[in-house]
């Protein structure tokens, strides 16, 4: 799948990546080198982001997407684990470390470690229908 991907134009990809999203299909990777690792920034759309950990790139990342897809919040609430919501505008729908997105009413739940974390930043690019590739995370 991901060979064909690579043919697609950007319209194809974007679309294709969203449909296989919301079906279940997922692109992202664990990435286990990144536990342990510290996080100076993070490359997304060509910029870079300034971030201070794994979680700041969640956060940041969560908000960039908000701020450019107006129709955000069923993207956002698709994404979700097994047993365990990761985003929610209510905050006691988390046990233990929870941030909310600046500028909105959604909280999400941090209490991951990084490659987990990175995991979901991932497959928030794909419901967005943006390819995971896309984010760098710069160490320090």
Same mark, same amino acid.
């Given at each position: 799948l991901r060979n064909k991907l690579e043919e697609m134009n950007a319209e194809e990809k974007t679309k294709t990546l969203s449909i296989l999203a919301k079906i279940g299909v997922d692109f992202s990777t664990r990435k286990g080198e990144l536990t342990g690792i510290g996080v100076a920034?993070?490359?997304?759309?060509? &910029? /870079?982001?300034?971030? *201070?950990?794994?979680? *700041? $790139?969640? $956060?940041? +990342?969560?908000? #960039? +997407?908000? &701020?450019?897809y107006p129709g955000y919040k069923e993207v956002v609430f698709s994404i979700q684990g097994r047993k365990k919501k990761y985003f929610s505008t209510n905050p006691s729908d988390f046990r233990h470390g929870y941030e909310r997105i600046p500028g909105? %009413? =959604?909280? $999400? %739940?941090?209490?991951?470690?990084?490659?987990?974390?990175? @995991?979901?930043?991932? @497959? #928030?690019?794909?419901?967005?229908? =943006? *390819?995971?590739?896309? #984010?760098?995370? /710069?160490?320090?």
């Open positions: 920034a993070f490359i997304f759309r060509n &910029r /870079i982001h300034p971030a *201070d950990s794994h979680k *700041d $790139v969640f $956060v940041k +990342l969560t908000q #960039l +997407l908000i &701020r450019e909105t %009413d =959604i909280f $999400v %739940d941090t209490n991951e470690n990084a490659a987990q974390l990175n @995991r979901r930043c991932q @497959r #928030l690019l794909q419901a967005f229908g =943006i *390819d995971p590739i896309a #984010l760098t995370i /710069i160490p320090k």
